[in-house]
C-alpha cells in the first residue's frame, strides 16, 4: 500500500486516532494540496467515559484548530459566579478552604472524552481513516517512511507522524534502541481511582455527610499526604467526574508488582481505605463510586528527539506525562495545531518537509518537557511532597495561586511564527 503522491505536494501518513491524531488529521484535511491517511489500532474511534479538563492554552489551540463550536456545544464550565475558578483547594482531612486557582475568562473547562472525540471526528471527511491498522515498525529510507502493520501490509509516504500514544511503536524508529537503549514508559509511583457520580447523586450525598452541596458542581481539589481527590462536572453538568490519587513514595524508582494490568477494576472498600479519616466531602464521594477502576499512571522520560528525517512523534508518543496539570491532551492539541499550520503552509513540500519536522521539534521540545517536569512536580505539591513546600499551607497557597500561569499564557501560533522563522518561511502565506 503506498500512497498516491503524484499530484500532491506532500503526502502524510498519521499512526494512531486518539484526540491528538484526529485533530491533527481534521486540521490536515482542510488543505487540498495534501494526502493525508490516518491509521488507528482499534476498530473503530473510541475514547473512555471519564472527563478531560483543559486550560487557556488548550482551549486557545482548540479554536485555532477550528474546532471551537464543536467544543463549546459540549463543554462544561464553572457555574456562576466561579466561572474563573480552575480548582478550588481544599484540605482532605476536614473540607477547609485553601484558596482557587483562577483562569480569568477560560475557569474549568472540560468535556466528556468520548463526546469530544466524537465531536471533532465529525469534521473528518471520508477515505483518511483506517482501522484494525496496528502498526507494529517504521522504517524509512531516502524516498519514503513506511509503517508496517500487523496484518501483514505496509504503507509509505513522504513522512509519518506518531499520535500512536504512550505505548508508540513509531518511537522506536526516531530513538533506535541500538543509539538510546530502551526507552520505555516507567510508573510514577502513584494510582488514580476513576469513577463518574450523576451529579444529584453527589449533591444529595455531600448533605448527608454535612458538607456543602455546592461543591459538586464547582471543581474541587482534596489535598493530604501522599494522596489527593479532584471532581470537576461533564456532560452539561450531568456527570461529576472523579479521580483519587494514592502515591508511593518510600523508594524512587516505585515498581509495579510483576505482569500487573494499569487498568483494573477494583472493590470501593479499597478505595475508602486509602481516604479513611478524611473529610465528609470526601466520604461522600468515595460512597457514590460502587464500582471504581484503578490506574496505574505512567510516564516517560524527557526525550532527547522527538525527530528523526521523515518521522517525528508528538502527543503522548513523545511527552506522556501525569495527569496533575490537566495537560497531557492539551499539549498533544497545541502539538496538533503548530504541526498542521506547517505543513499546511504552501511552501513546504516533500523536498523540505524534513526541515518543517525539525523546527518543530526545535520549537516544541522545551515547552513539552517542562510540561512533563512541571507535571510531575504538580504531584508532589498536591499530596504534601513539593520541594521547600510540603505541608506548609502559606506556601502552598502561594504555590497553587501562580504555578500554572506559564503553561496556560501561551499561544501556540507563537511556536508557528517561531518555526516559520527557523525555516525562513516568514513571508509564507499563513495556514
Ligand atoms: P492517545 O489518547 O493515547 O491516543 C493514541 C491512539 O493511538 C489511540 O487511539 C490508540 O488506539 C492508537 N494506537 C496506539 N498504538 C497504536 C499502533 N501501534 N498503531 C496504530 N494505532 C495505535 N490530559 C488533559 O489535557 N487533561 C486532563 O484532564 C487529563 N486527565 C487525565 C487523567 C488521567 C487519569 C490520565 C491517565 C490522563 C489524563 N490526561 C489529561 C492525559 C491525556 O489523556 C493524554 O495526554 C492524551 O490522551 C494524549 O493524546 P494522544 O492523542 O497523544 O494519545
Known sequence: MVSETSEKRLSIGIIGGGIGGVAF???LSREPGLDVHLFEAAAQFSEIGAGVSFGPN????IQLLGLEASYRRIADSSPAPFEDVWFEWRRGSDDGYLTASLAPGVGQSSVHRADFLQAIVAHLPEGIARFSKRCVEVTQDGEHATAHFADGTTFSADI???????????RANVLPAEEYGEIAPFWSGTYAYRGMIPTAQLEEALEARGADRRLALVPQMYLGHDRHILTFPVKQSELINVVAFITDRSTANPQLPDGEEWVQAVTQEEMREVFEGWGGASQA?????AEPTRWALHELPELPRYHRDRVLIVGDAAHALVPHQGAGAGQALEDAQVLASLLNDEACDRQNAQRALAAFEE???ARTCRVQRTSHEAGNVYEYAGEGIGDDEAKLIENLETRFEWLWNHDPQDDVVAARRVLGWERA???
Request: proline share 0%; aromatic share 4%; with cysteine.
Open 285 to 289: 464521594i468515595l460512597d457514590c463510586i
Open 429 to 431: 502565506s499563513s495556514a
Open 363 to 365: 520549537v516544541r521540545h
Open 58 to 61: 488548550a482551549v486557545r489551540a
Open 25 to 27: 488529521a481534521v486540521a
Open 160 to 170: 509519518l507522524i506518531g499520535y500512536d500514544g504512550i505505548k508508540s511503536a513509531v
